[in-house]
C-alpha cells in the first residue's frame, strides 16, 4: 500500500501569501492519479487538482499542482480568505483510493 | 445539478447494524463507479469501498472488509452501504463520491454515524 506523508502539518500565513503543500509518497506512482483536495469545517471535500496538474472545474488559477514520481507540491499563489482551509492529496491505484494526512493552512 | 445525497446515519449501538443509502440526480448514474469514504470526528478522509458502474467489479479497505456490503440499484439512481458488527472505530461522516480519472469529483455532503452504548 503507498502511504503519502503531507508537510507541514500547519501553516501559518497571511492573506496575500504564497501556500506551498508538500506530499510524498511511500513509492512512484502515476501522476495521472494524485489528486488534492480542500475541505472546510463541516463541509464535505472539493476537488481542487486532478492529475497532479490539472484544476478542476471552477478553481480558480491561483491554485496549481506540480510534481512526479514520489513528489507532489500545491501551490496557493495568493492566499485569499476562503482559501483558509485544510488539504489533502490522494492517490488511486488497483480500485482503491488512500489520502495524506492533511495539511491545515490557517490564518497567522 | 448533479447532486450526491446521503442518508441513513444515526446512533447504533456496538455490534449492530445500519444501512445508508446515497441517492444520486443530475447525472447518468449507471455509467459511473462509486465510492463510499468516511471521516472520523477530527480526523482524515478515510477510502471505505468501491463499486463499479454494473456491480461487477466490487472492493473494499481492510478495515471493514468482511463487515461491510457496498451495492448499487441504477434503476433507483442509489448506491447504498450495509454495516454489520459496528464497532466504535466505525464513527465518523460517511461520504458517497463518484470516482473519474483516479480522483473524486462529487461529493455528498455525509451522513454521520455514531456506534456508542
Known amino acids: 500500500e503507498i502511504v503519502l506523508t503531507q508537510s507541514p502539518g500547519t501553516l501559518s500565513l497571511s492573506p496575500g501569501e504564497r501556500a506551498t503543500l508538500s506530499c510524498r509518497a511511500s513509492?512512484?506512482?502515476?501522476?495521472?492519479?494524485l489528486a488534492w483536495y480542500q475541505q472546510k469545517p463541516g463541509q464535505a471535500p472539493r476537488l481542487l487538482i486532478y492529475g497532479a496538474s490539472s484544476r478542476a472545474t471552477g478553481i480558480p488559477d491561483r491554485f496549481s499542482g506540480s510534481g512526479s514520481g514520489t513528489d507532489f507540491t500545491l501551490t496557493i499563489s495568493r492566499l485569499e480568505p476562503e482559501d483558509f482551509a485544510v488539504y489533502y492529496c490522494?492517490?488511486?491505484?488497483?480500485?482503491?483510493?488512500?489520502f495524506g494526512q492533511g495539511t491545515k493552512v490557517e490564518i497567522k | 445539478e448533479v447532486q450526491l445525497v446521503e442518508s441513513g446515519g444515526g446512533l447504533v449501538q456496538p455490534g449492530g447494524s445500519l444501512r445508508l443509502s446515497c441517492a444520486a440526480s443530475g447525472f447518468t448514474f449507471s455509467s459511473y463507479s462509486m465510492n463510499w469514504l468516511r471521516q472520523a470526528p477530527g480526523k482524515g478522509l478515510e477510502w471505505v469501498s468501491y463499486i463499479s458502474s454494473s456491480s461487477s467489479s466490487i472492493n473494499y479497505a481492510d478495515s471493514v472488509k468482511g463487515r461491510f456490503t457496498i451495492s448499487r440499484d441504477n434503476a433507483k439512481n442509489s448506491l447504498y452501504l450495509q454495516m454489520n458488527s459496528l464497532r466504535d472505530e466505525d464513527t465518523a461522516v460517511y461520504y458517497c463520491?463518484?470516482?473519474?480519472?483516479?480522483?473524486?469529483?462529487?461529493w455528498g455532503q455525509g451522513t454521520t454515524v455514531t456506534v456508542s452504548s
Open positions: 463520491a463518484r470516482p473519474r480519472m483516479g480522483s473524486m469529483d462529487v
Open positions: 513509492q512512484s506512482l502515476s501522476s495521472s492519479y
Open positions: 490522494q492517490q488511486y491505484g488497483s480500485s482503491s483510493w488512500t
